[in-house]
């Protein structure tokens, strides 16, 4: 029987050399034997520290560089101003956009809202993110109604009407024992149910629905109609459908977004779903054609003349809309509404009929008027005659001028300009290094703060309103 010896390796040739080490992480020993050289040789030089992949892939991690007292503040202030800068940079040409707005949120209650890649999962950050938009929505739009809709266990129920007061949504979304997450969603079922809801609204307003899906496919109900059918429905209705998904690109459903006018995006983290969702938020633009009300009165006018053989002309087909502005009733005794039945104090009549109403805007449940406040119609217009966009100030331009030391908007004094270095002083993403951003009509400088709000929220420029 042999005896064991003792391993010793032999010597290892280069060829074997290169095949170990290439199995090894990090740069290959062939670079340095030939590749490296060569590419320099050739004007083509790498980093022999990388993979050629690692070259063209960039590091989130490598834009946040330490300043000379080792400190990250500066840097996330820079991301911070980035973000607010791309926020308050909107399109400020002026679009026909839809003012009465009817948006369907159809929310996928399936078991996929339990997962847990959002912390704490799903549901909870859906939930928390649709209460914060609903109020901005109806901010931001408020002649629009909303309704919600959910899918679960394979079916759809309608579990906010359409309607006009964020204060019953809001009520109905902090109620999550109605809302527990079972089952799969049928996406079908979902958008032939938002049909039917909006089936008996004007042609005048614009017709939405937005989906927020979590899961990855859709479970939809036997039968002659599919769901390119219903697709096909929604084209001839012009229902806009937006779908946000929350876990991959599903096929169907960028195919809905895309043929109905929509928007479609996968939520790569908390931050990008919040983005995603405020973007449906300003009323989308109308593709439609040349309106015909401009200069109905003349139209008119000259409609109603005789011509020379005693025949009046045409009247000219006209999209006007009939509102009514109410009455507001004074908190005295309770009386009944016509909205609800229900005895409540105060509210509002219709101009029409004389019903008692709770809430307006919103559609007279006797004579089918439209009832909107004044307030609301002046704020609708917002987005018609939008804001333009600021100008950014360089370092030169403040130097060279007079300008204020403080803020227009809130008088913050703007940091000093003789102390700004000379590697930050470039405009990078819209950023101006100096804090400033300028109106082009006013000529009054605001800060990065006052620049958002003016923008997002207040949409008017104070030094031009004054």
């Given amino acids: 029987m042999p005896l064991d010896s003792n391993y010793t390796p032999a010597v290892e040739d280069e060829e074997e050399d290169d095949i170990l080490d290439d199995d090894l992480p990090g740069p290959s020993s062939r670079g340095k034997k030939g590749g490296i050289a060569g590419n320099k040789a050739n004007g083509k030089g790498k980093d022999p520290g990388r993979h050629a992949w690692e070259a063209e892939y960039k590091k989130s991690w490598d834009i946040v560089q330490e300043d000379e007292s080792g400190s990250l503040e500066s840097a996330v202030e820079s991301l911070l101003a980035r973000g607010r800068r791309k926020r308050a940079l909107m399109a400020d040409t002026p679009l026909r956009r839809s003012i009465i707005r009817h948006l369907f949120i159809i929310l996928d209650l399936s078991e996929s809202m339990n997962d847990k890649d959002y912390r704490p999962t799903r549901f909870e950050v859906i939930l928390g993110y649709l209460r914060s938009y609903v109020v901005e929505w109806f901010d931001q739009n408020p002649l629009g109604q909303i309704g919600i809709i959910m899918m679960r266990d394979r079916l759809s129920e309608v579990l906010v009407p359409m309607g006009g007061n964020p204060q019953e949504i809001l009520s109905v979304l902090s109620d999550k024992r109605k809302l527990e997450p079972s089952g799969e969603p049928s996406l079908q079922n979902g958008l032939v149910m938002a049909k039917g809801g909006m089936s008996h609204l004007p042609t005048t307003s614009s017709l939405e629905t937005l989906i927020i899906f979590s899961s990855i496919s859709t479970a939809d109900p036997d039968g002659p109609s599919t769901i390119h059918t219903v697709l096909q429905d929604l084209v001839t209705n012009e229902i806009r459908t937006s779908i946000i998904a929350l876990a991959g690109e599903i096929k169907i459903c960028k195919q809905i977004s895309e043929r109905t006018g929509g928007k479609f995006g996968v939520a790569l983290d908390q931050d990008h779903l919040k983005d995603l969702m405020w973007e449906t938020i300003p009323p989308p633009a109308t593709t439609i054609s040349n309106p015909t009300t401009i200069g109905v009165r003349n139209a008119l006018a000259a409609a109603s003349a005789t011509g020379k053989n005693g025949v009046t002309g045409k009247t000219p087909v006209g999209d006007l809309m009939v509102m009514g502005f109410p ?137 031009c309103s004054q």
């Fill in 327 to 463: 009455i507001q009733l004074p908190l005295g005794g309770e009386t009944l509404c016509a909205c609800h039945g229900l005895l409540k104090k105060g509210g509002y009549l219709c101009p029409r009929c004389g019903s008692k109403l709770c809430d307006v805007p919103t559609d007279c449940e006797v004579c089918g008027l439209m009832v909107v406040s004044s307030p609301h119609l002046a704020r609708s217009f917002w987005f018609l005659f939008p804001v333009a966009n600021y100008g950014v100030l360089a370092v030169e331009e403040v130097m060279d001028s007079s300008t204020s030391d403080t803020c227009a908007g809130c008088d913050v004094e703007f940091p000093d300009v003789t102390s700004i270095e000379e590697g930050v002083a470039q405009v990078e993403d819209g950023v101006s290094p100096t804090g400033r951003y300028r109106c082009a009509k006013c000529r009054n400088d605001f800060c990065a703060d006052c620049d958002l709000y003016i923008h997002d929220t207040l949409h008017t420029c104070p030094g």
